[in-house]
């Protein structure tokens, strides 16, 4: 049971929370069946609530998006996870996950004071000229002030709010343990994966906490466009940055949210667009490392139609197996070669029971309508959102750090089309696609492929003697075994013990009843305390091991 399993009683309190939220939005039934009734019912709450008509009526996108806002930053921060998972949800979800801001109310400033002071070991005056009291934002894990260093230099100061991780962790444990009942108890909740995008959302909001990470990750891209002058990263004052704190560089610049600034400024909305495009293009498909949220509250223009990006929070990695599972499909659709870009899809989701067959087909169907056109022609949004769509048909998943990259290249879209209407990402992004597939065929990648390949079948043989001598050294001690797995094995096996405890109580307590009947009928019988003080205790006995029994048996129907 959820009540029974949490790891500390402090969570009982957040929990109650939870549940009375969740039922209030029409969410009842999941609260039960995922085991969170009892937690309310124990703290001897009735709720009543006069909007739960209204809030019952709105749509289940928008009941969901409201649930998630009103409980709260961590809650939020899944929202904006969730909102990258294009492969698990309908548009119409995504349209409502996208609505989910990132703001909080303000810390007073003398506790973000006495905390900054705590982090740097000395006195505010002592390092900072000035500290502006005011923040210029404020958001649920942390809050920006700007300052002045000493030196003069321009700098803002971004502290995490006080307290917040035992919050935090708190609503982890509670989401990681809900996501695993509702795998395993709710077979509709399945197909969204909830325990893979709640440990996703667990280590990126981890991430998140520690702020000195997201100078590491400023550095790293800054470090890749060290030769480009027209992207700017703000400089880290690393001397000043610590996990609850980060010291940089104050831009002065238009930001990317004020388009009536950017044109007053006299900057080119369209030469704005290509670079933006070109910088983020570059992060995914040539460094692999790169911006996952490149939105305009991110971007900042400079004089000379410059661009700084800012809040590497959220990154996103691309590994070089995995660009090469890109490149093969790419190339599987651009050749008409399903069964290539069949085996891609079902390697990005090796549990699925999908029907391969009916995939294959639907596939054929699906590049059938792309073979034949030139990469210039090819509208690449659609086509990665009409194939996400055909694996979400199927259950079948995209890896979470693809999920980023396609989260990253749709903002990018939105990104370059507020800036100029006829912005075309597909076509921005073709010379990186026809570089990728270049490379993939010239003399230098077939090689290195085949030394891999050399490399791990000689490896192979070399293993093999010793790995044949340690199986048959074991047969021989007769310690060889198989393991053999069967899903949900635990879950029925748990059933059986509970329901040979009850048959086990019920012999006990049939007993109980027919000796104390035994006792009450006997004559001649000579005991210290007489025949009926026996005879009753076995009555009492069986009645609290008969109500004990009923109330197990009811419970668990729950």
Request: glycine residues 6%.
């Amino acid at each position: 049971m959820l009540f029974e399993a949490l790891e500390a009683a402090r969570d009982l309190g957040r929990l109650h929370e939870i549940a009375s939220i969740l039922i209030r939005f029409g969410f009842g039934d999941m609260v039960r069946r995922l085991g969170m009734g009892k937690a309310l019912e124990s703290a001897g709450r009735i709720l009543h609530w006069k909007e739960a008509q209204e809030l019952a009526a709105l749509k289940p996108p928008e009941r969901i998006r409201r649930a998630l806002e009103e409980l709260g930053p961590s809650f939020v921060k899944l929202g904006q996870i969730l909102a990258t998972r294009i492969d698990l949800f309908p548009p119409e979800y995504l349209a409502e996950f996208e609505k989910l801001h990132d703001h909080a109310p303000p810390v007073p400033f003398a506790e973000i004071r006495a905390q900054v002071e705590e982090d740097i070991g000395q006195a505010l005056e002592v390092v900072f000229a000035e500290v502006d009291a005011a923040p210029l934002a404020a958001a649920s894990i942390a809050q920006v002030h700007r300052a002045r260093l000493k030196s003069g230099e321009d700098v803002v100061l971004k502290v995490r709010r006080p307290g917040i991780r035992p919050k935090v962790e708190a609503d982890l444990r509670l989401l990681l343990r809900l996501a695993e009942i509702a795998e395993t108890e709710i077979e509709e909740m399945a197909q969204f994966r909830p325990k893979e995008i709640a440990s996703q959302f667990a280590r990126s909001l981890r991430q998140e906490l520690d702020l000195a990470n997201e100078c590491r990750n400023a550095e790293r891209v800054a470090a890749n466009f060290a030769d480009d002058p027209f992207i700017t990263i703000p400089t880290i004052y690393w001397e000043w940055t610590a996990e609850r704190l980060n010291v940089q560089q104050y831009v002065a610049g238009v930001p990317g949210t004020d388009l009536d600034a950017v044109d007053a400024a006299g900057l080119d909305r369209k030469l704005l667009a290509a670079r933006g495009a070109d910088a983020v293009l570059k992060m995914i498909l040539e460094d692999r490392f790169f911006h996952a949220d490149p939105h305009p509250g991110n971007v900042f223009y400079l004089p000379g139609n410059t661009i700084v990006f800012i809040d590497f929070g959220m990154t996103g990695y691309l590994s070089e197996p995995r660009a090469r599972q890109l490149t093969d499909l790419l190339g599987g659709i651009i050749e008409h070669d399903t069964g290539h870009v069949l085996d891609v899809l079902l390697a990005w989701s090796p549990d699925s029971d999908t029907d391969e067959a009916v995939l294959a087909t639907e596939l054929d169907a699906f590049i059938d309508r792309v073979h034949g056109l030139p990469l210039k022609a090819l509208d690449l949004p659609n086509l990665i959102f009409d194939l996400v769509a055909l694996m979400r048909e199927h259950r079948l998943s995209l890896p979470p750090d693809l999920s980023l990259l396609t989260k990253a290249f749709v903002t990018l879209e939105g990104m370059g089309r507020q800036l100029d209407p006829d912005f075309d990402v597909g076509a921005a992004a073709m010379p990186y696609v026809q570089r990728l597939l270049l490379a993939r065929f010239t003399l230098a990648a077939i090689a290195a492929r085949g030394r891999r390949s050399a490399t791990d079948l000689v490896d192979l043989l070399a293993d093999l003697p010793a790995d044949l001598k340690k199986l048959i050294r074991s047969a021989q001690k007769g310690s060889l075994r198989m393991r053999v797995g069967v899903d949900r094995l635990d879950q029925v096996v748990g059933r059986m013990d509970r329901a040979i405890s009850r048959l086990t109580m019920g012999i006990v307590i049939a007993a109980l009843i027919l000796g104390s009947s035994t006792v009450m009928t006997a004559s001649g019988v000579e005991v210290p305390f007489g025949v009926p003080f026996f005879a009753m205790l076995g009555f009492f006995a069986a009645i609290v091991g008969g109500a004990w029994l009923v109330y197990s048996i009811w419970a668990n129907r729950q």
